[in-house]
């Protein structure tokens, strides 16, 4: 965490402060303005006036006999204690008063809340416990300024959207409670107002049921993260949440504002339920634990009667402990092979006048919906359940783009968009060669915001279906608590504003602007999270003399200026301003950092350039040779042991190294790993059945394209099923001149393996 200067910070905002009095006074001011406060999301209305509250003695908070308004009060005592230096005081005390008044305004909702700061004290206006709630949460960021005064300003408030969710996958990998009860405080900060928990999955069934107890005896371990060749998990792998433990998180989250929606799979993603209760299922052959491995499984519940009393059974339970009006059944990529080959639901389809599978679906879905409605709850389901035909009262999750949710909205049904570009947050959020396992491509910080959630083909009643928004990180690849952070913060934070903020008050560069301060709150949560948007990237490129390159250097969110350094010494704002591309000589260090006049942006860079060192790729800096998208994983080595991260399409491990000036270079060595075959889908079969090959496994080179010439052949012999990162060194090809496009791809005989390639290191001709 850098030290962020106080003066140069106090400058700032008072210029700001200037600015945007000019701006009041001439009638030009709106809040898409540069301002002095970094609130996120952005509020609707900000008047600025004159003056400012003096906060150099603390604040004292006025308690109310209201009942809500007393919580707001101690939530922002609680804030304030944990994470500023304000001193907080109540009852008789100089220092000015923090009063919280109720009062609705006129045809607001109920969210809604009126902060107002004068030059004597501050007032929060608003008539529930969400409204008081929301003006502290807004009054804690302007104060986390650590500024002795604040702005005189009156800010009127409300969401745009009643829908503000994020979904957190804790079924393939669980995480702790504490972690859980950190991400609510979060999303409470953030105006965010549905957790939305998935809990069961195939790889694991994380919520006790008392009734089942093998849903967390058995269906909530495996045998390990994911297959290894060597297993460095000792015993079983996973967890569960007790009804204990999830009473406290929903009494938690509801005293923040916080609906917490369970998702409980049907009918597919089910194998750790049959996998507990194999007369569940629908295959002939039992399971034995749930899988380990990723992808689209076929397992699906049968359709027997007594399948429907174990489920229900379970929403009783489920029902019991979250409060929630709606309830999650999933729905999503349900294989329907094992009801295609299954005498029995072929009988049932029979019996019911059932013409496919996908109807089949449709009757199972709208069986639960009428048990979930005659409990007073509503269900809701992954935009597959719109195939087949869609429960009557059923709310639609729209994942695979927008169009699920335009179609219930046609048909007067809820939705609630999460289209997985760009609000799956378990994709990539930058290219950076040090970006944690995700997917690919990305869904970066601008994406995220930049999201336009209202199509224009709605018609306005239709339009008022859409609930909301729901950002999602489902964690296959997120293995551990750490990264999941990383890949959530701040793109929750560019969500929150999509759910929140009228469009017109939106703007990227603006948002950047208030993300420094946005970003050290986060680290005074207890979080960690990711900088990429303004870390710097280095792209260097040799010249026509092999000991000298050009450098240029850039940041993601084109927001601040670069400096650096040539000579070893750290980078200041007062060192060299980046302009145009560098001219240097190897070696070089080279340090470099953004910063927003005095303030430093991102984290600083070190380099030790070299030609070598310049003609390294990452895999993740790489193209697929397919063009398409893949997946950044990781293998499973010991958990106290870095983990290698690899870029790669498991069903065609083939990547591009392009424009490489082959004058340069000897000989490549490369840096490689594998993993088994884990990805379960609808072609695994054909994948499986491939023959075993007679050729020893190599790592082929094309010049110019994947079909071109073979110019060198590294065998990966030393590297068979072997965890981690094995170099292997390549022969001489410096009798190739010119620049080139080099294909990079694995001659794989063993279908029940996936090679990864690690690095590409070319070794500079002598």
Known sequence: MHPRPFLSRYIRHTLLLLLALCLVSSGLYSFASEHTLSIIPAPEKVNYGQGELNISHGLSIERTSDENA???????????????????????????????????????????????ITSSGIEISASSRAGYLYGVVTLWQILSDHLQTIPVVQINDKPRFKWRGFMLDSARHIQSEEFILKLLDYMALHKLNVLHWHLVDDQGWRIEIKRYPKLTSVGAWRPQTMPPYQSHVQGSYGGYFTQEQIKQIVAYAAKRNITVVPEIEMPGHSSAAIAAYPELGSAPEPLHSPPAGWGIFPNLYNVNDSTFTFLQNVLLEVMELFPSPYIHVGGDEAIKDQWKANPAVQARMHELGINNEDQLQSWFTGRIEKFLNAHGRKMVGWDEILEGGLAPNATVMSWRGTKGAIAAARQGHDTVLTPNRPLYFNYRQSDAADEPPGRVPMNTLQDVYQFDTLSSTLTPTEQAHILGVEACIWTEYVITQDRVEHMLFPRLAALSEVAWSDPSNKNFHNFLSRLPDELERTKKLGLHPAESVFEVRVHAEPITNPDQATIALSTQGSYGEIHYTLDGSDVKPRSSRFNQPIHISFPTTLKAQAFDGEVPLGNPITRRLTLEEVLRRDSRELDQCTGGGGIQLEQDPPRNRERPVFLVNFQQPCWIYHNVEMQYIHSFNVGVGSIPYIFYGPSEEKHKSQPMGTFAPRLDIHLDSCKGNVISSIFLAKAVRKDGVTELKGENISAIKGSHDLCFEMQNPDPKTVWLLNYIQPIAAK
């Open 70 to 116: 007393e919580f707001a009060a101690s939530y922002l005592n609680e804030l304030l204690k944990k994470t500023h230096t304000v001193t907080v005081s109540s009852g008789a005390s100089a220092a000015p008063k923090v009063i919280f008044l109720h009062r609705q305004p006129e045809g607001s909702p109920d969210e809604s809340y009126q902060l107002t």
